[in-house]
């Protein structure tokens, strides 16, 4: 990735999201958006990935990106807008188009993280009525490249926390985009 820039790669990210096309149609009425919704798009999956940024961040270094400055509060309601599926779709695309660039590696790996949401929903549990707190799963393949000091993320997967972390594995790999590989994972994969 030497060739690349910061600026680079948040284009890479733009130009697949611009063939994905909006995420959300653009309301006619009211103040017209700064940007297009398949630009917050990118800029928000770019800001994500590389650096892990809140919507804060985002603010701060928006004119470096788009020229011009975004309210994080604008950030937080475009992400609400925009479906899951087209963020999984731009990171995988995004990885496999990086995956190319760096020297081939059929070592992938795959695990999962569970997600805490600070929302939650009242329940009975054997009898007793108390606050569950809402969870989901992310789940990942990547591709690992030593030599490059690099991991790709190459599939990605939102389930509920109810959902085995193998079966996830199993439902990334039916696409038959990832083959002949050596996959690691840990032992919540035996299957």
């Known amino acids: 990735l030497q060739k ?6 948040y284009k890479l990210v733009l130009s697949f999201a611009e063939k994905q096309g909006n995420p959300y149609p653009v309301k006619k009425k009211g103040r017209k958006p700064k940007l297009q919704p398949y630009e917050y798009a990118a800029y928000m999956a770019y800001m994500m990935l590389i ?19 975004i309210d994080h509060a604008t950030f937080v309601v475009n992400f609400e807008k925009v479906p899951v599926d087209y963020y999984l ?3 995988e695309e995004a990885g496999a188009y ?3 660039l ?5 070592q992938y790996v795959v695990d999962s993280t569970g997600v805490p949401t600070p929302l939650r929903l009242d329940t009975v549990v054997k009898g ?13 393949i990547a591709s690992l490249h ?5 991991v790709v993320v190459r ?10 972390d193998c079966e996830a594995a199993r439902r990334m790999l039916a696409s038959g985009a990832i083959r002949n590989i050596t996959l690691h994972g840990d032992r919540s994969y035996d299957y």
């Not at 760096?102 to 059929?106: D, G, K, M, Q």
């Not at 030593?146 to 690099?150: I, L, Q, R, T, V």
């Not at 599939?155 to 085995?164: D, E, M, P």
């Open 89 to 91: 779709t731009l990171v």
């Open 51 to 69: 650096k892990g940024a809140p919507f804060r961040t985002m603010e701060f270094e928006s004119e470096l990106y788009t020229d011009k400055h």
């Open 155 to 164: 599939k990605v997967l939102a389930t509920s926390k109810y959902v085995a």
């Open 98 to 100: 990086l995956d190319r």
């Open 146 to 150: 030593p030599e490059n000091n690099a």
């Open 4 to 9: 690349f820039s910061a600026s680079k790669l």
């Open 102 to 106: 760096l020297e081939y590696s059929n």
């Open 128 to 140: 007793k009525r108390v606050k569950q707190t809402i969870e989901y799963k992310s789940h990942i």
